[in-house]
């Protein structure tokens, strides 16, 4: 499901499409980016072959959007659908969006969230989530100019790396 939109503001128009393998440079470059503007660069260890296998091999069960302005790339984001047991739903999961900072302000990261909206209602998801940092306070306050609340009840957590591999191992 592609989607565009035409900004009379600035005459310009965001499209937003389903990624393709041929992106996954791309996808990879802007990952990257999102990881500098993160401060957490060091942890980037994906290669454009894992971008390539896992969102693009058959069963792969994330997904990845490309949001061009004008024709060119802009940003992108990768999902996936999870589960509520309360609601008895799918919901959707928003693993990371980011739109270079040169375009930011222009709507297409409001354009990107509308795309996924839309994708989360047309799969009838209960929900639509996602994570931000707590130190990001213009992510937090657009999300918030959105009608998105925090879940402050939640505290998030994580087993990678050797943690991970001990823990199934159990040790």
Known sequence: MAFSTFDEGTSMTIDIRPATPSDAPQILAFITELADYERA????????????????????????????????????AVFFFSYSTWLGSNCLYLEDLYITPEQRGGGAGKTLLRHLAKIA????????????LDWNKAAIEFYQSLGAQ??????RYRMDGAVLRDFAAGN
């Open 121 to 132: 209602c047309a799969n009838d998801c209960g929900r639509f989530e996602w994570s931000v």
């Open 150 to 155: 925090p879940q402050e009840e939640w505290v």
């Open 41 to 76: 660069r060091h942890e980037v260890i994906a290669s454009v072959a894992d971008i390539e296998r896992s969102l693009f091999s058959e069963g792969a069960t994330a997904h990845g959007l490309i949001c061009l302005r004008d024709g060119l790339p802009i940003g992108f």
